[in-house]
């Protein structure tokens, strides 16, 4: 069995994904580190990562036999909610973030995983719930870039989001 260890660097110069070197995988298996799997040409792989690590679709991986794999985010059952303004749908939101549930922020509406107690509570608050299939790609949260705190820290340290510049804390 063909195992998959890595990924590529986005700015690797590369030769085309063969159209069976694709993994489709819902987005609870791609926060899998350890996963056998099959790729659309049939074929078993084992998924060897990092832990920790999330798969996104589109993400490209190396094999051990050198392919070129490309991760596709397989449709799943969904929330898609919308609301009329754009104040509501962040109330929406911030109830699902006091949840920590993973949530997909798109223009003019979020996604969730389908769940019919979070449906009731979004439609408590007046946002349209419509269930359907669709890739999943929630948000990877705010140390998403391989930031990581060690059990000694706090963790309230204050970003700049898109700056990418840290901004210290009287006491470090």
């Known amino acids: 069995m063909v195992e998959i260890r890595s990924r590529l660097d986005a700015h690797c110069a590369i030769r085309p994904v063969e159209p069976g ?3 489709e995988l819902a987005f609870d298996l791609r926060q899998k580190s350890r996963l056998r ?3 659309v040409s049939g074929e078993p792989v084992a998924l060897i990562l990092a832990r920790g690590e999330v798969l996104r679709g589109g993400d490209l991986l190396v094999a ?3 392919r070129i794999v490309q991760v596709v985010a397989q449709p799943e059952r969904v929330l898609h909610v ?3 303004s754009p104040q509501a749908l962040t109330r929406a939101a911030y109830h699902l973030g006091n949840r920590h549930v993973p949530v997909e922020v798109g223009n003019g509406y979020l996604r969730i995983a389908a769940d019919h107690v979070l449906a009731e509570m979004l439609r408590g608050l007046r946002a349209r719930v419509t269930e359907i299939d669709a890739p999943f790609e929630p948000e990877a949260g705010a140390y998403a870039d391989g930031h990581r705190h060690h059990e000694h820290e706090h963790g309230g340290h204050i970003h700049e989001y898109g ?5 210290p804390h009287d006491h470090e």
């Open 21 to 23: 070197s694709r993994l």
């Open 37 to 39: 799997a099959t790729l």
């Open 64 to 66: 051990t036999d050198g």
């Open 82 to 84: 919308e609301c009329d």
């Open 163 to 167: 700056s990418g510049h840290h901004v």
